[in-house]
């Protein structure tokens, strides 16, 4: 069923399905599980990150850690669509259900990791080979969190660490602090599906 009362209930775009609040099973998750730090729902960056591998290109079998990854779609397009290994991590365990609802109804496996961006350890990154991210900078206190980690996944062997945002004031002082130290660049993006969105992905290294 892709529609309740003349309503979507579910989108595609980027081969990717995305089922709406009011889809019956969605909604039977948001009477069991309660996500507090924003993983409500899918922030439209992820669609920016989709893009980029999209355009870009993604090894097969890469492996992919998709941090404050809320309902995962970044990550699930990731292992769908160029067959990567994805780790999908959150410090709220209340977004997995919805995460792996999504990871089903697209056929894909993604593991998922319960830590806090300052809790991810050197034995956490290692062998990990891309770090993503949708929209996961959005107070002060966690571009400090988010530097820190973001230094250590690349002293781990992370090869290239993508961030994408709306355009926030801390996205950008998380930027120009790692186009400064790491010769990261900000790549401004538009995309038109699922409708026109735009936005910035910070990228720090290449694969
Ligand atoms: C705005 S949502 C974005 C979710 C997802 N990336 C997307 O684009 O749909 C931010 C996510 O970051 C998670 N988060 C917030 N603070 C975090 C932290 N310190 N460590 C790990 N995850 C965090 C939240 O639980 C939430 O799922």
Same mark, same amino acid.
């Given at each position: 069923?892709?529609?309740?009362? /003349?309503?979507?209930?579910?989108?595609?775009?980027?081969?990717?399905?995305?089922?709406? #609040?009011?889809?019956?099973?969605? *909604?039977?998750?948001?009477?069991?599980?309660?996500?507090?730090?924003?993983?409500?729902?899918?922030?439209?960056? #992820?669609?920016?990150?989709?893009?980029?591998?999209?355009?870009?290109?993604?090894?097969?079998? #890469?492996?992919?850690?998709?941090? =404050?990854?809320?309902?995962?779609?970044?990550?699930?397009?990731?292992?769908?669509?160029?067959?990567?290994?994805?780790?999908?991590?959150?410090?709220?365990?209340?977004?997995?259900?919805?995460?792996?609802?999504?990871?089903?109804?697209?056929?894909?496996?993604?593991?998922?990791?319960?830590?806090?961006?300052? /809790?991810?350890?050197?034995?956490?990154?290692? =062998?990990?080979?891309?770090?993503?991210?949708?929209?996961?900078?959005?107070?002060?206190?966690?571009?400090?969190?988010?530097?820190?980690?973001?230094?250590?996944?690349?002293? #781990?062997?992370?090869?290239?660490?993508?961030?994408?945002?709306?355009?926030?004031?801390?996205?950008?002082?998380?930027?120009?602090?790692?186009?400064?130290?790491?010769?990261?660049?900000?790549?401004?993006?538009?995309?038109? *599906?699922?409708?026109?969105?735009?936005?910035?992905?910070?990228?720090?290294?290449?694969?």
């Amino acid at each position: 069923m892709s529609q309740i009362k /003349g309503q979507k209930v579910q989108i595609r775009a980027y081969g990717v399905k995305v089922l709406l #609040s009011r889809h019956k099973e969605v *909604r039977r998750l948001k009477r069991l599980h309660f996500p507090s730090g924003h993983g409500n729902k899918l922030w439209i960056s #992820s669609w920016l990150l989709m893009d980029f591998f999209k355009r870009k290109g993604l090894s097969e079998r #890469s492996k992919v850690m998709d941090v =404050g990854c809320g309902w995962g779609l970044a990550g699930i397009y990731c292992a769908k669509k160029h067959d990567a290994v994805v780790t999908a991590v959150d410090t709220d365990p209340e977004v997995f259900p919805f995460l792996h609802l999504h990871a089903e109804v697209n056929s894909v496996k993604v593991a998922t990791m319960k830590r806090a961006f300052g /809790g991810l350890t050197h034995a956490d990154l290692e =062998g990990f080979d891309v770090l993503i991210g949708a929209d996961i900078c959005f107070w002060v206190t966690l571009t400090y969190s988010l530097k820190r980690l973001i230094n250590r996944a690349l002293r #781990s062997g992370i090869k290239l660490v993508l961030l994408a945002g709306p355009g926030r004031s801390t996205f950008d002082e998380l930027a120009e602090y790692f186009i400064e130290k790491q010769g990261g660049e900000i790549l401004k993006r538009t995309v038109y *599906r699922p409708r026109r969105i735009q936005g910035r992905i910070l990228k720090i290294g290449s694969l």
